[in-house]
């Protein structure tokens, strides 16, 4: 029990640390290569399951949860989901 | 002479503006001298006649100096006011400038605060405002409702049927989002009932690894994650495999770990779902009989039952840009002691293929129960299904109504089955419910159902469902009863008669 405690307290730790790294603002250019990505994705992705909803269905803030749970649920590659979640967010 | 002179003197005083010029005071002066000259020169006109003259013309000169000095002192006088008024104007100049470019500058400034205000604020700013506006805590909600019409023959059933699945999320940052689904049905003769399928919280440690815990859909295969909630299932009923004779439990409670990564091309994908739960366990009072239902969910796990621990794959081989569709391959498996020293192992293989308007899924699934006191209990399931969208139909003659209308049609089909050597009579539920038409037939050993769906979207994510099933059940295996008895009575089960029902649900997916 002991183990799993420190385990996951060690990787607590680390994703912090990760995250923070990684919360770094994208250029300009990296976000036209996610948007032209997720434009291609979406319709593939999305439909494997349900029909893809459409990016105004759901606030750019609600996007971020929502892809934050797809991304869970159906185990998308983070790099996939993160093209989504800019597609999406530009149809506002 | 002197009266001469004296003319002479006065003329050319006049003839100068003399009187005009001068102060006064020298005026009387000079005419009293030319005066008292006149009256003295009477007298001694000779010689003082030149020294008067020559006072005179002293006096002339002195006065003339006077005057080119008052004239010099004017023009200097002038010449300094002509500098001063030439600096004040360049100073004007200057004035005037500086007020043209503060005038243009003010001009150009307000345009900008026109378009500006004209433009709006940007999409990122506004984005940015907002969210200050609504603070850190921010909950999405999402989930679906449903509405069902239920019939089936054979238990001459007729009803409605009401079922709220509203699923919260909680995005506390990047890497961090709780969830929770509530579940509210209308159970025959009673007020709403609750439950709660899933509550997790999800750590999303890197680009490929994420942990979940708490009570969720069982990872295994695809069809408790991914198609169980009503406006993704196509169809109104859950395959057989997944239904009223589950081979594994719908949700359970636990730790996962799970991810995805590209492994090629865009679209070429690959992830991975491994978990421990409390794992399964079964209806087994008063004591454990073959056939006997697994619980949905357990959600504390009792002293003599083991950890369950799961993993699935899911392989996709088709780049994106191929033109192919995409195809998944899976396989899972999910195992753990149900009982002191008994296993339960499965596991199975599931495929979903997609391309533009055709979408077909498939598993096979196998469950194994070592059983304390009597043979294994071993269960088989399956099921196979397809759609195809008509949108892209083209309807020669038609007219635009009616072809949008076909254009929202969605026919399906689908082939399920489940075999198990036996059922438990005290098991039986044929209350229909959202989802599930009751139906007698279903509870067999061997069921076979086929179902044929027939979808008008009204939205991407609203839809009416039509769903006819016929349930074709194979005769053979056994049906144990207790009816209230310790021990079970075993009689072997004959041909069961076949039965159909029909479900109508407009499913909303929020």
Redesign the interface.
Known sequence: MRRIIVILMTALTLTSIYQTCWADEISQSERRHLFREGAKLWPVYCAQCHNARPGSEFAPYQWDAIIMHMRTQANLPAQNARAILEFLKASH | MAARLFIDSAHFIHSKGFFWKMRGWASILLSGLLLSGWSVGEVRAGDSDSSELRQIRREIQKIKADEDRQRQFDENLIGELEHKVEALEDKNRQIQKTSEKLQTQSSQQFQELHKQISAGPS?SEF?RT??DY?GTH?F?L?GAVAGDFIYDRQTATNTFALDFEP?V???V???L?F?GTIEANLPAGGSAEFTLPVATA???????M???AGIFDQPFGDWY???S?F??NRFVTAPLPYGAEALVPPTDLGVQL?????WGL??Q?F???MWVSNGPSFVDEPQPVVGQAVNEVNTIKINTNGQGYGARA?FYPLP??SGLG?L?LGVSTLNGKWLDRNWYNSWGIDF?Y?RGPL?ARGEYLQAYRHMPNSNADNRQGWFIQIGYFLNQVQVPFAHERVENFIHRLEPLIRYSGVNQRAIVQDEIETVPETGFSGSPSIWTPHPREVAFGLDY?LA??IVWQNEFDLELPEAGGRTFSFNGNPTPTSMPRGATPNDFAFLSQLAI?F
């Open positions: 999409p984005a907002f969210r609504l921010q999405t999402a699923i999320l909680y995005r940052n990047d890497w989002l969830e999800q750590i999303f440690l890197n680009d490929h994420v942990v979940q994650e991914d198609q909630p406006w993704v799970r991810g995805g990564a590209q865009l679209g994908d992830d991975y779902t899911r994106l840009d995409r998944e979903a997609l979408q979207w991407p994510s997916g």
